[in-house]
């Protein structure tokens, strides 16, 4: 039988199992506006010249619900790269129609963080929504995309601001794999 120590005696069962999983999980946590689109991107959907942006039908998807191609492939080469799991914590999670409009993109979301302006009104800010996804899922192998910097002071280490200029780059997607490191072959 699984066993697992927490607060209050050992862990069994079940449960045990997950928590032990989540302890191995990488997790990405994701923002949106800013890492998948940017000022860059907006200004080439602005000038009409989808030609940069997209080539074929389904990727122009991609363009009607604001999210650059490019930024989204190198998400996926992090996830293929690290065998890191994609946690959404931009605010587009509020949306319900969020996950619909991520489907063209083939990134598969596994979760989500908590929303907590219920808890903390408008002083909440992302790191205390990651800090509450972390208790309920332990790990320390995670990267946070985003450009804002409303992290907690533990979190810093796995922080990787984002330019909203430009989102989400090659440079930035070399430093998520090296901070959670690729699977072994």
Same mark, same amino acid.
């Given at each position: 039988m699984l ?5 209050? /005696? @050992?862990?069994? /069962?079940e =449960? ?5 999983d989540? !302890?191995?999980n990488k997790?990405? =946590?994701? &923002? *949106? ?7 860059y991107?907006y200004?080439l959907?602005a000038?009409? &010249? ?6 074929s039908?389904?990727l #122009?998807?991609y363009? $009607?619900?604001?999210? #650059?191609?490019?930024?989204v492939?190198r ?5 293929? +790269?690290?065998g890191? +799991? %994609?946690?959404?914590?931009?605010s587009w999670?509020? &949306?319900?129609?969020? =996950?619909y409009?991520?489907?063209p993109?083939? !990134?598969e *979301?596994h979760?989500?963080? @908590?929303?907590?302006?219920w $808890?903390?009104g408008?002083?909440?800010c992302r790191?205390?929504?990651i800090?509450?996804?972390?208790? $309920? =899922? @332990?790990?320390?192998k995670?990267?946070?995309?985003? &450009? #804002?910097?409303? !992290?907690?002071e533990?979190?810093l280490?796995?922080f %990787?601001? %984002?330019d909203?200029?430009? /989102?989400?780059?090659?440079a930035?997607a070399?430093?998520? *794999?090296? !901070?959670?490191? $690729? *699977?072994?072959?």
């Amino acid at each position: 039988m699984l066993g697992v120590k927490c607060n209050r /005696g @050992p862990v069994k /069962g079940e =449960f045990a199992k997950i928590l032990r999983d989540s !302890m191995y999980n990488k997790f990405v =946590f994701l &923002d *949106i506006d800013g890492v998948l689109n940017s000022e860059y991107f907006y200004s080439l959907t602005a000038s009409g &010249d989808r030609s940069l942006i997209c080539e074929s039908n389904l990727l #122009d998807s991609y363009t $009607k619900e604001n999210i #650059d191609r490019k930024t989204v492939e190198r998400v996926l080469r992090i996830c293929s +790269e690290t065998g890191a +799991e %994609i946690v959404l914590t931009s605010s587009w999670r509020l &949306d319900n129609q969020c =996950f619909y409009r991520l489907l063209p993109t083939g !990134m598969e *979301i596994h979760r989500q963080t @908590p929303s907590l302006l219920w $808890k903390y009104g408008t002083t909440c800010c992302r790191g205390q929504e990651i800090d509450e996804y972390l208790k $309920k =899922f @332990p790990s320390d192998k995670y990267c946070i995309l985003d &450009d #804002d910097t409303d !992290m907690l002071e533990y979190q810093l280490p796995h922080f %990787i601001q %984002i330019d909203n200029c430009f /989102g989400l780059t090659d440079a930035d997607a070399e430093r998520a *794999i090296d !901070m959670l490191g $690729k *699977i072994s072959a």
